[in-house]
């Protein structure tokens, strides 16, 4: 009997900290979204120092969310590598090649969350 209360709670525990890790990747992934959107329609606007600025701070929660996630979500990784990519061009001054870079970011994120 001690036993099966022993498996049940130590489930029990292992679900409810897998679960509250999927909760703040998640949060992260929203946080993500939001300033990678931002850089995108910054891009668009032409306003790289902007772009620039949302780029990282979106790069800053989407490394937050991969590593909240575990390092083998492929849409993550691709995701940080868009979002690299997004504030290298803002930094050039190219802040519409960023805009694309940012909206292959946000795909990427929305892709992860399935």
Known sequence: ???IIAVIVTGSLILSSSTQAYA?????????????????????L???KE?????????VHA??????YGK???????????LEEAIKHAS??????AAKYAE????????SCR
Do not use: W
């Open 1 to 3: 009997m001690k036993l």
């Open 24 to 44: 703040f990747a998640a949060c992260h992934v929203a946080e993500a979204m939001g300033y990678a959107g931002k850089a995108q329609v910054y891009g668009e």
């Open 46 to 48: 032409e306003h790289a």
């Open 51 to 59: 772009a620039l600025q949302y780029a990282k701070e979106s790069l």
């Open 63 to 68: 490394k937050e969310a991969r590593n909240e």
């Open 72 to 82: 083998d979500n492929k849409h993550m990784d691709q995701t940080i590598k868009y």
């Open 92 to 97: 050039m001054n190219n802040p519409k090649i």
């Open 104 to 111: 292959n970011a946000l795909r990427h994120m929305r892709d």
